[in-house]
């Protein structure tokens, strides 16, 4: 059985195929932004819209109100997933959207992790690092875990670099029952 997110892969994939053939990939990005946004904020449009008694035509009509100003291939992949009966799909559409067009620039999306909040030096200070490390563009995302205890855990791409003190407890823990 196929995935949410193949699903959904399989709806956002022709849009971001042809907002790159029309030039339209800001546009695009930026209306599945505000469309993630609008979810988001909005619980009566997100329950609407997700309603399954809800009249098609009547989601798609709220939809052309609420989104008219979108790019036309935005406002018809819209419409297009409501009128298939799969309005989940514009839940993820803009996360999907995004990482297509980072793989297309050539950016490998990634996370660090602290157990305090870093201020912007030591971020560009660890971006820097990273960036000479994988040689490309990363976009990285900087989370805060209390429960890591202190130092650093990296994802970039499939690859994740635990150098927090969490990890280094397990590492011993591991390392003493292997020894008993």
Do not use: C, W
Request: overall charge positive; proline content about 3%; hydrophobic content about 40%.
């Amino acid at each position: 059985m196929k995935t949410a997110r193949g699903i959904a892969r399989r709806y956002v994939r022709p849009l971001f195929d042809a907002a790159l053939e029309k030039g339209a990939l800001e546009q695009v990005g930026s209306d599945l932004a505000t469309l993630d946004q609008a979810l988001r904020e909005h619980l009566d449009l997100y329950t609407f819209l997700n309603n399954p008694s809800a009249d098609r035509r009547a989601k798609k009509n709220v939809a052309g109100q609420v989104f008219q100003d979108a790019y036309p291939f935005t406002l018809n992949f819209i419409k297009l997933t409501l009128d298939k009966n799969r309005p989940g799909i514009l839940s993820v559409a803009h996360q999907l959207f995004q990482e297509m067009l980072d793989r297309h620039r050539g950016i490998t999306p990634g996370s660090v992790t602290t157990a305090i909040a870093l201020d912007s030096g030591g971020q560009a200070q660890i971006s820097r690092r990273l960036k000479q490390f994988y040689g490309g563009d990363l976009r990285l995302e900087y989370l805060v875990d209390p429960a890591i205890l202190g130092g650093i855990l990296v994802r970039v791409g499939n690859q994740v670099i635990d150098g927090t003190v969490k990890g280094r407890l397990a590492g011993l823990k591991t390392a003493i029952a292997g020894k008993t």
